[in-house]
């Protein structure tokens, strides 16, 4: 090195100094790394025996609000170490290697400008000590910089890689197997979704069948008699919860606010509340809807890694189990009559949004699917359809699985892989609201103002005149959407009109006049019809061929509810709260 410029010898110092400085960052990194982990091992919100205390006190005396508040406090501050806790081991890994790599890289540096013997003809002009010694200053420095900006960037990574796959398990649920987002009808049968889980709209298949016959017929929301849990919603809203595992997600809405609440499905412990705020800028305007709709009418769609949700302005929000928002988009506000009402749908790793607008607006109506974890748009397919309040279902054929959606003028099917449009039945309908099902091999539409029509799905094109099995003008309904076993499909009338007819051929079995009037739709457990009435009643009738009165429940207060089967337990929104029906464990 003696024979070396000034210029070389900086070369070497910075080499030294770079070499030093990401050691002993990987070294701190380790260390951190090893200390990180024994931390998580021993804060694991899954074993700690102070929540499982707390949770066995509030069994104890379920109306104990001080033991309510502290486990939900102990929650929330122990998965929110937890889960920092592996996001920062994650971080700290790739940073390690980082360290790792440039380590190497320096002492190789080192090793290569300590045996270099030069040629002085490749130093002609002697450098400045001085500005040699402050190069080699700034290299450090820049070296510094170099390090801080990686970590910024890998812990962007890992947000990225943590939205992909978050733990999602609780003690008494940790063996549930709960249904995706993704899942869909493979047959012609109704679906009946998984125990612990009820992922969009009237189930997975939007068919609204539970998947146990087990459940109350008799309680009385007043009193408390066979109410496990009732929760006050701090927004109101129509949309419907959905379950996840050992979650409950709802949605709430006002002029000002929008809101996605988590509960926890045992308990009915709020564990968080995000509201979607800042997804434009300057924010949209507040739109024109009717009172019946709300600004919180669609139901969200979840799986175990997200659960996405829209509003009447056009704002959609994903939100991991955590808390911690994924992603918002912007569709534009909406212009729709009554207001967006239409629910989220679920396919694989997309979310489908079926967007109608006032075809006098002049703004074409569009069927979206997104990326369910990025929000990336995966396809759109415009539709020549007016405004509706129905929402799209997503079924499983012999040939492909499609996106059924219904409006005014037509019942139309779409590839749900690419959106490409499959086929359509013309109908003549006015301010459609029910949504479709898919029940013994057929698409069973309620076309308000017009007829029921019942499609085979295997058609292209417009196949109004090829492959429509039957019509019917009885029992049409004007907002709930049908309900089926196979055999027999069910329609109810806002009114109180309860229709069946045989899925096959479209004969009426029945009909019925009950007292009470229906926005909600009915859900199917068994041999069992649950129907809520705005008034809070709730008939439970017979499935089968001929009416049948079960009996009779009370919320306790109105809803427009539908029945949300999960596990052994039913969730109904009431207009201020949710509740939990169950039985008691003696």
Known sequence: MSQESPSSKALYRMACAMAVVSCAFSLLVGILLISNTMAIRMASPLELPELDHLRTSLKASPADETVRNKIRDLDQVVRHLYFTGLASRRTGSLLLLAGIALSLTSIKAVAILRRRQPDPREYPVATDPLKAESAARWAVAAAGAVIVAITVFLGRVDRDLRARSVPDKH?????????????????GAPVQEAAISWSSFRGASGSGVASSPNFPVAWDGATG???????????????????CGNKVYLTGASTEKREV??????????????????????PKKVPEI???????????????RVVCSIFANGDVIAIDPCAKPLWTLDLGLPFNRYGHASSLAGYQDT??????????????????????ITGKQVWSTPRKVSDSWSSPIVVKTEKRPQVITMANDAVIAYDAASGRELWTVKCRGSDVGPSPIYAGG????????DRIYAIRPDGAGDVTATHVAWTSEDGVADVSSPVSNGELVFFVHSGGLVTCLETKTGKKVWDHNLDGEFYGS?????????????????FILKAGRQFEEIGKAALGEPSDGSPVFAGDRILIRGIKALYCIGNKAK
């Open 351 to 372: 979310i489908v949004i079926q967007y109608d607008q006032d075809v006098e607006k002049k703004i074409p109506s569009r069927l979206i699917a997104l990326n369910a």
């Open 442 to 449: 057929l698409v069973l539409a309620s076309i308000t103002g």
């Open 290 to 304: 009717f009172q019946d709709t709300g600004y919180a009418a669609p139901t969200s769609v979840s799986d175990d």
């Open 522 to 538: 009915p859900g199917l457990a068994g041999d069992k019809l649950y129907l809520v009435a705005r008034n809070g009643t709730v």
């Open 171 to 187: 003690p008494s649920h940790s063996d549930a197997a709960g249904t995706s987002a993704s899942t869909v009808n493979t047959s």
């Open 225 to 243: 008699s066979g109410i496990l849990w009732k929760v006050e919603i701090p927004l109101p809203g129509m949309s419907l919860p959905v379950v």
């Open 261 to 282: 609440y988590c509960y926890d499905i045992a308990t009915g412990t709020r564990l968080w509340q995000v509201e979607a705020k800042g997804i434009t800028n300057p």
